[in-house]
């Protein structure tokens, strides 16, 4: 049974900074794409950041580019999404999820993900 259990969310003021964990467990996600998404009231869940977790490649949407990093502890099963410069706009409850058929040409669309977490809220404050 795949478990993606999120924590890190909160609530920070603009220009704050948060790290989100993803702890997974049930199989081994070697092979697996590891993604963060998020979805804000009113609006659809949107892609964050994936990170390959075989050889640590990753990619980010242009919101999120240049401001958080996406990253994984082999040891830990554990993703992590550093966010810093966080903006009133990034409010959301953000999802961490799993592809266990990571593809370059779907790695963003949430519809190709087979697992998801239960989502951690976060909030900034201007």
């Known amino acids: 049974q795949v478990q993606l259990v999120e924590s890190g969310g909160g609530s920070v003021q603009a220009g704050g900074s948060l790290r989100l964990s993803c702890a997974a467990s049930?199989?081994?996600?070697?092979?697996?794409?590891m993604g963060w998404f998020r979805q804000a009231p009113g609006k659809e869940r949107e892609f964050v950041a994936v990170?390959?977790?075989?050889?640590?490649?990753?990619y980010y949407s242009d919101s999120s580019k240049g401001r958080f990093t996406i990253s994984r502890d082999n040891a830990e099963n554990t993703v992590y999404l550093q966010m810093n410069s966080l903006e009133p706009e990034d409010t959301a409850v953000y999802y961490c999820?799993?592809?266990?058929?990571?593809?370059?040409?779907?790695?963003?669309?949430?519809?190709?993900?087979?697992?998801w977490g239960q989502g951690t809220q976060v909030t900034i404050s201007s």
């Open positions: 990170i390959i977790w075989s050889d640590g490649s990753t």
């Open positions: 049930g199989r081994t996600f070697s092979n697996y794409g």
């Open positions: 999820a799993a592809d266990q058929n990571v593809h370059i040409a779907t790695m963003r669309q949430m519809a190709w993900y087979d697992y």
